[in-house]
């Protein structure tokens, strides 16, 4: 079944950058007009850009594009190339004479997989938007193109996880609500319906999975490496949210992330969920109606990260791997 796109919210467009030399890569959402932002940020070692912009006590009130990348923090870089790309097209916060593109960013951790010196840049950022489309790939693309997931007990368990995308329409109200994730998560994914695994920790012959919290129950400690994974997304909805509201969507939308990855928000993670509101409906819209569609959006969206991704040598995906 068709779980849908954020670019069903009309107004926005995706566009990727993947290097061609080893798995990593960036991811831009574009808005056509500008959007009320927010973000909310919950695991412990993050990587991010323009977050403190987006409290509502400060005076932005509006973003003009995200940028999700690999690269760990060197990725943060591609936020640079989005940049120029909208000021050549006048995109961004009049300041006087001059117009500043306002483009908060997250990265997640993927530098063990091939030669962490290949990351994405300026470059990768300005490419990414010059792709920007209503047609979103999904998988091993863009900030999705690293990642990986089951890190609990060591990367030599972990599986290939990728980005992925979903949308959810609320009946004949108009209202859109959708999300976009590149899971990286060191616990495993968990399809939030069924109940079932998905992907995750492998056991030790490699084949099946082990239940990572079921294993940290029975006394196993952790081997996984501070800082060296998270999950990043965008929550995105056409409704018409204050700035306080679209924060509230982002905190509410990492319920999603909570129910289809365990553990998640880990000393481990840097764990960033960023949310808009493009304003699109003329009436005034109910955050919590937004911010619970939003974290079911958001669930969908990791589903798909893990059913889209293929495998890399070394990491099986989902659709590779005998699941016992």
Known sequence: MDAGSITDIPGIRVGHFTHTQRPTGCTVVLFDQRAVGGVDVRGSAPGTRETDLLNPLNTVKQIDAF??????????????????????????????????????????????????????????????????????????????????????????????????????????????????????????????????????????????????TATLINGAGTHGQAGSNTTIGIVASNATLTKSEVNKVAQMAHDGLARAISPVHTGMDGDTVFAAATGALSSKSDVSRVGALGAEALARAVKQAVLCATSIPGYPAHRDLTLT
């Open 67 to 212: 940028v999700l990348s690999g690269g760990s923090a060197f990725g943060l870089d591609a936020a640079t190339g989005v940049m120029r790309y909208l000021e050549e097209h006048g995109k961004g916060f009049r300041v006087g004479h001059y117009t500043v593109p306002i483009v908060p960013a997250a990265i997640l951790f993927d530098l063990n997989i091939g030669d962490g010196k290949i990351r994405p840049d300026a470059e990768a950022g300005y490419a990414a938007c010059r792709k920007a489309s209503r047609n979103v790939e999904q998988g091993n693309v863009g900030a999705g193109a690293g990642a990986t997931v089951g890190k609990m007990f060591g990367l030599g368990f972990a599986m290939k996880c990728g980005l992925g995308t979903a949308s959810i329409k609320a009946g004949d109200s108009g209202l859109v609500v959708a999300a976009i994730v590149a899971v990286n998560a060191v616990g495993d994914v968990i399809d939030h319906e069924s109940g079932k695994l998905l992907a995750g920790a492998r056991k030790a012959d490699g084949n099946g999975l082990r239940n990572s």
